[in-house]
């Protein structure tokens, strides 16, 4: 079993539409979380921490559940340059452990 | 304003051959990581090092060797290249495990 583990999707969405991705880790220890955004072909990029309280950065959500172990990204109102791979990361002891990714298709 | 630099972008090997994977960066970070990314298997850790002269393995250390004699500078060498190394390396650097993670653009390498 994957330590993180994501639907790798793809979420073919309207523009406007609003997403949401879940994200499910196995390791209880795993002391923070993050969201990277991935374009196609580019690098990863870090597009949000998550907190334990949930957090929000504009049209982004991010929401942890320790006592189910998942993580999820809420995205409204969906923008066609939101399209790109979401890359779930749990940090544990000296390393960040990444999910597959789920893949967004934002259409027009 | 460099950030993380991985040189090559590209690069075919054939089976058997040596190389080095080159990363820099100009932040003063500490901890510095390799992962390959393959389809469906998503961004694996190689090595990863927590401060210069510090290096240990991830997930996938087999084939690969790293050294850290710098701050700046990781480079990744593949032993003796085989077609299962076939993938895109990204190099990455933060202050910290837990802090933001700045990577490099990816070599693409191709082993036949």
């Known amino acids: 079993r994957k330590e993180v583990e994501q639907d790798p999707g793809p979420f073919n969405v309207p523009e406007g539409a609003t997403v949401a991705f879940n994200c499910t880790y196995s390791n209880s220890a795993s002391q923070s979380f993050f969201w990277y955004r991935q374009d196609c072909r580019k690098e990863p990029k870090l597009l949000m921490s998550?907190?334990?309280s949930g957090n929000e950065d504009g049209r982004f959500t991010a929401q942890l559940n320790r006592a189910s172990q998942y993580i999820s990204l809420l995205i409204r109102d969906s923008k066609l340059s939101d399209s790109a791979t979401y890359l779930c990361?749990?940090?544990?002891?000296?390393?960040?452990?990444f999910g597959t990714g789920t893949l967004l298709a934002v259409q027009p | 304003n460099a950030g993380v630099t991985q040189t090559p972008k590209f690069q075919v090997l054939k089976t058997g051959q040596s190389m080095t994977l080159q990363c820099a960066q100009d932040m003063n970070h500490e901890y510095m990581s390799w992962y390959r990314q393959d389809p469906g298997m998503g961004l694996r850790l190689i090595h990863y090092?927590?401060?210069?002269?510090?290096?240990d393995q991830g997930e996938v250390p087999n084939g690969y060797n790293v050294s850290r004699s710098t701050t700046e500078d990781f480079p990744l060498r593949l032993l003796s290249a085989a077609p299962s190394q076939t993938s895109v390396y990204f190099c990455?650097?933060?202050?910290?495990?837990?802090?933001?993670?700045?990577f490099g653009q990816g070599t693409r390498l191709t082993v036949v």
């Open positions: 990455a650097s933060s202050y910290g495990v837990g802090a933001e993670a700045f």
């Open positions: 990361v749990a940090r544990a002891t000296n390393k960040l452990i």
């Open positions: 090092s927590v401060g210069a002269g510090i290096t």
């Open positions: 998550v907190y334990s």
